[in-house]
């Protein structure tokens, strides 16, 4: 069955950098889009971008181009989600979530609360 | 951007009742749009895909239909199970933008 297990809480200080991982299973991981979704305490979810991980290409939404970076490792099957320069609105519960057969997301992570305080 | 505009934010219901959340898109998406449901603490669950498509193993009580760039989500008998945050997704273009949720409240 396909999984998708991210990696554990943290939290940081305004304007350090945080990567999150998402280490994928159960399917052939090149094949499937992951996109990242953000969404802070009481708010809604917040689409922030895709990552092809057969080619490593992504796509960001424009709030976040600049300070997000997806990358990959098709030896582990895991997806990256860097955010750099960060500040308390970025404290929120980041998600990856595989694309389905076309665009929408199907597997979700469990999400990763990150917590952004001086 | 395309702005996905959900209505309405929170809607009072009983066990029972029919229920309609509405989406609408900015401009034209054709039928690349999903219905999430999500539960506290818990990550959204796809309900329905491509504007009418029931996602495997969700009950046939949800249904999805879409007019123009109006969309649907129609629950037609609530179960205590279905009180939950509702949003709707649009993946026609990037970014893929989500409509602000639809909070189903026990009245």
């Known amino acids: 069955q396909v999984q998708l297990v991210q990696s554990g809480a943290e939290v940081k200080k305004p304007g350090a950098s945080v990567k999150v991982s998402c280490k994928a299973s159960g399917y052939t991981f090149t094949n499937y889009y992951m996109h990242w979704v953000r969404q802070a305490p009481g708010q809604g979810l917040e689409w922030m971008g895709i990552?092809?991980?057969?080619?490593?290409?992504?796509n960001y939404a424009q709030k976040f181009q600049g300070r997000v970076t997806m990358t990959r490792d098709t030896s582990t099957s895991t997806v990256y989600m860097e955010v750099n320069s960060l500040r308390s609105e970025d404290t929120a519960v980041y998600y990856c979530a595989r694309r389905g057969t076309s665009g929408y997301c199907i597997y979700w992570g469990q999400g990763t609360l990150v917590t952004v305080s001086s | 951007d395309i702005q996905m505009t959900q209505s309405p934010s929170t809607l009072s219901t009983s066990v029972g009742d029919r229920v309609t959340i509405t989406c609408r898109a900015s401009?034209?998406?054709?039928?690349?749009l999903a219905w999430y449901q999500q539960k506290p603490g818990k990550a959204p669950k796809v309900l329905i895909y491509k504007a009418s498509t029931l996602e495997g193993g969700v009950p046939s009580r949800f249904s999805g239909s879409a007019s123009g760039t109006e969309f649907t989500l129609t629950i037609s008998s609530l179960q205590p199970d279905d009180f939950a945050t509702y949003y709707c997704q649009q993946y026609a273009e990037y970014p893929y933008t989500f409509g602000q949720g639809t909070k189903l409240e026990i009245k």
């Open positions: 990552i092809n991980p057969s080619d490593g290409s992504t």
């Open positions: 401009q034209s998406i054709s039928s690349w």
